[in-house]
């Protein structure tokens, strides 16, 4: 098998860290869920795009580091290697925010992957080699069949319905909260246990 994986909010859990900055900053109240989607749709609905975007653009870039992998990512990686099944991390970045600080997003994506144990080759299988961080959706789709993967894991149903999602690969959607326990199109599942359990 050759499995490709998303990074932001697949494998890095943000939601605890999106809160925390965001109420430090000022533009949340406290008693805000600590869910990434929950703080973006308040900050949208009172007329602070510009926040949620600086916002993002802090988290994904410096912030990062402080940022936990979900429960179980590492272990499915290490399952994967000592399988023989070849993984890639495949995700859509830009390399600097849309606006404030011009930070290398790239840059410390792969330091926390370096950080968290995921460049510890002998044990997961990966390698700066192995992950791709695309410019566009397109690309990253284009790198997906580039990579010849039999399945992709997204934590995003609109990317998984792509018109041009490559027809072959068996699609997972992870959804931690919940949010889309209604859909048919694929796959659907909760934790990376159970992600490991179905891909064997």
């Known amino acids: 098998m050759i499995i ?19 109420v430090e900053k000022g533009v949340i109240p406290k008693d805000i869920p600590k869910i990434k989607d929950v703080i973006r749709n308040y900050l949208r609905k009172h007329g602070k795009e510009d926040a949620w975007t600086e916002l993002q653009g802090f988290v994904y870039g410096p912030g990062t580091l402080n940022a936990k992998p979900f429960v179980g990512v590492l272990d499915f990686f290490m399952h994967c290697n000592k399988n023989k099944d070849k993984t890639y991390i495949i995700s859509h970045k830009t390399i600097h925010p849309f606006l404030g600080s011009k930070y290398n997003l790239h840059e410390f994506a792969h330091k926390w992957l370096e950080k968290q144990g995921f460049y510890d080759s002998g044990k997961t299988g990966l390698s700066k080699e192995n992950v791709f961080f695309e410019l566009t959706k397109e690309e990253k789709l284009d790198r997906i069949t580039k990579q ?51 891909i064997k």
Do not use: M
């Open 148 to 198: 010849g993967c039999t399945w992709y894991i997204d934590d995003l149903p609109e990317f998984l319905t792509e018109k041009n999602f490559p027809e072959k690969v068996n699609r997972i959607l992870f959804d931690p909260n919940l949010r889309y326990k209604n859909t048919d199109n694929f796959e659907r599942v909760e934790s990376w246990k159970q992600i490991t359990e179905k």
């Open 4 to 22: 490709g994986v998303d990074f932001d909010n697949t494998i890095v859990c943000y939601d605890k860290l999106f809160h925390k900055i965001a």
